[in-house]
């Protein structure tokens, strides 16, 4: 009775110990059944020790009988009682708790409060006192059958209840077969029991057995994807190395045609080189060559080479600015012609009185359109704004004109041509230089405007930064100022704030120096 009885509170502390939510292992219900476990654990301990003292084999040192007084039966009564009222608490509390747990999901399990008043309930209905704690009752008993079973298997190890076996006829042929049969059913049953231990032993393995299966599935799960993304990353990597290798190559054609080409370049650049020095030498040899003809034509016709060649000078001279008695006198020659000195000094009063009279003339124009000027009624000059569309339109328009621009420098930057001094292509090398000059000059006068143009729409679109005048307008002096230290290499240190009215604040902007700084700085901290 007492093995079958504690193998029934095993088996329902532990389907207690399952019905409780996972999270509740220091509840104070989960922890006596942890030591009821324990104390169950520790009786069968006890109850082992005394079926090793059991008569029925001859081991040595195994009493062939056993002999108890009416007070060890007591106790022995006494301990199958507790133990009943044990079992049939639990049986109780797991009765209700299946009942309470078939309507939860399959992860939930019961609170233990739940349960311990369910315990509570069942304590008073068995034990028959009101009020009776669980803890305290079911532990109570439990320590009344260990202390019980503790002190009978240390009696049976002593030697207490030993006694002799009592001289006795053989039982007759019927109580041997009855004992035969009973020894039979007895081992029927530990069989069962037995069986029953093997088939939760295996309900328990087909469970863990399950749960390892399913995280089989989940790991493989997670195998097949992370194949799968190192199958992506080994694509996206041999795709990234084709591509750079296209590249690779690309640069390579790229730079072997640019190589071709630098050589080409030298290669013309060296022949028009010697070309040149050629042409040079050529050149030299006929000036040397004219030089050597015209003083042999000096020394061979004195009259008629000289006059030629005074006209000549005087000629040259006239274009460069200089009088032609002037070069006259400063050429060296058998000829002189020298002028009049009074003729000179008549010529310079005339364009002395000739400049004198053209400055009085300019300054009585000039007067009299002043004079003008003032007499006219003030021109009254309306404060147009131009339209937020109109703004946005010269914006726009400004913002073209300077793209335009770039692409335009770009492509010239791009498309550089050096001047064809080999005279293979048709065109005068002369005309073309002049040609990229004018271009050049053209862009230079177009980058000169579009700035005029971008400081007039920025004036413009900034109230208070024009000055109008009867003429133009003109960006005021604070713009420009303020424009200018925009532009220097200023840093944000901070702001002050000063207590003022309400709506009357203003941002004022300072730019100070290293010194200035500190000194501000040292009248703040003061």
């Known amino acids: 009775f007492t093995q079958g009885a504690l193998d029934c509170m095993g088996v329902e502390v532990s389907r207690l110990r399952a019905f409780l939510h996972s999270g509740q292992e220091k509840s104070d219900f989960a922890i006596l059944l942890k030591d009821l476990e324990t104390s169950c654990s520790d009786i069968r301990q006890f109850c082992k020790k005394i079926r090793r003292r059991m008569p029925g084999t001859e081991a040595a040192g ?15 009564l006494d301990c199958r009682k507790h133990l009943k009222c044990v079992v049939a608490v639990f049986q109780e509390v797991a009765a209700a708790g299946a009942q309470m747990l078939a309507p939860l999901g399959e992860n939930e399990g019961l609170q233990a409060l739940k349960l311990e008043d369910v315990a509570f309930k069942a304590t008073e209905q068995i034990y028959g006192t009101q009020g009776s704690n669980p803890h305290e009752c079911l532990r109570q008993s439990c320590n009344i059958l260990i202390a019980t079973m503790n002190k009978m298997a240390t009696a049976m190890q002593e030697g207490e209840y030993d006694a002799e076996k009592p001289q006795s006829k053989s039982p007759p ?18 069989l069962g029991l037995k069986l029953e231990d093997r088939e939760t032993v295996i309900k328990e393995l087909k469970k863990s057995l399950k749960i390892k ?49 630098f050589e080409e370049t030298m290669d013309a650049l060296q022949a028009d080189i010697d070309q040149l020095e050629s042409e040079k030498a050529e050149l030299r040899q006929r000036l040397t060559n004219q030089s050597k003809r015209t003083i042999e034509g000096l020394r061979g016709s004195p009259g008629s080479s000289v006059a030629s060649v005074l006209s000549g000078i005087a000629g040259e ?13 400063n050429g060296s020659g058998p000829v002189q012609v020298k002028d009049s000195p009074l003729l000179l000094q008549q010529i310079d009063t005339l364009r002395l009185s000739m400049k004198h009279l053209k400055h009085e003339n300019n300054r009585l124009k000039a007067k009299r359109m002043k004079e ?37 420098l770009q492509e010239m930057s791009a498309n550089s041509k050096v001047v064809d001094i080999t005279h293979k ?24 405007k579009l700035k005029d143009e971008v400081l007039k729409e920025t004036v413009s679109q900034c109230p208070g930064a024009n000055v109008p005048t009867d003429f133009a307008t003109f960006p005021s002096s604070d713009f420009i100022k303020a424009k200018e230290e925009k532009r220097e290499d200023t840093v944000f240190i901070g702001k002050v704030t000063l207590p003022c009215q309400p709506g009357q604040g203003q941002i004022h902007r300072l730019v100070l120096t290293p010194e200035q700084l500190y000194q501000l700085h040292g009248r703040l901290i003061c």
């Open 425 to 448: 292509k048709g065109g005068n090398p002369a005309t073309q230089l002049l040609e990229q000059t004018a271009r050049l000059q053209a862009l230079s006068d177009t980058i000169d």
């Open 62 to 76: 195994i009493p062939a009988a056993l002999s108890f007084g009416p007070q060890v039966s007591e106790t022995l």
């Open 372 to 408: 003008e000027l003032a007499a006219l009624p003030p021109l009254t000059i309306p404060k147009l704004t131009l339209p937020k569309d109109r703004q946005e339109a010269m914006t726009g328009t400004l913002y073209r004109k300077t793209s335009q621009l770039l692409d335009t």
């Open 173 to 190: 042929p019927v109580e041997q077969r009855g004992a035969a049969l009973r020894a039979e059913i007895t081992d029927a049953e530990g």
């Open 317 to 329: 001279e006239e274009q460069r600015g200089l009088p032609a008695n002037q070069s006259m006198l």
């Open 213 to 261: 299966g399913e995280e089989l599935s989940e790991a493989n799960v997670r195998l097949s994807l992370l194949e799968k993304k190192l199958d992506s990353a080994s694509k996206e990597a041999d795709d990234r190395v084709e591509k750079i290798q296209t590249k690779l190559e690309e640069t390579q054609t790229l730079l072997k045609k640019k190589e071709k080409e």
